[in-house]
Nanobody
């Protein structure tokens, strides 16, 4: 079971990024997926989640209206579209799946929002 995130980088305030997380080793379409983030010196926080079919999503209040989660089950991929980025969005972003009672994490991708 593996999750591999990509798409992070340096972006100016107000800019956009789309993160991807490619899953392997399990039946991706059967599981809800989540995105988390962790900034230096802070606890990991939930960004949002998407249902297994992709027909239901939720985003943390502080990111609502700016971030969107989607998925392509044919590609075993979940996405995080981030718009109107702010410096406080700088963090390592992780995707996550809970499978058989165990949380699986990717290695994370760094997002830095700075001018």
């Amino acid at each position: 079971v593996q999750l591999v995130e990509s798409g992070g980088g340096l972006v100016q305030p107000g800019g956009s990024l789309r993160l991807s997380c490619v899953a392997s080793g399990f039946t991706f379409s059967s599981y809800a997926m989540k995105w988390y983030r962790q900034a230096p010196g802070k606890e990991r926080e939930l960004v949002g989640a998407i249902s297994s079919a992709g027909d239901s999503t939720n985003i943390a209040d502080s990111m609502k209206g700016r971030f969107t989660i989607s998925r392509a089950n044919v590609k075993n991929t979940v996405y995080l579209q981030m718009n109107s980025l702010k410096p406080e969005d700088s963090a390592v972003y992780y995707c996550n799946v809970r499978r058989l009672g165990v949380g699986i994490w990717g290695q994370g991708t760094q997002v830095t929002v700075s001018s």
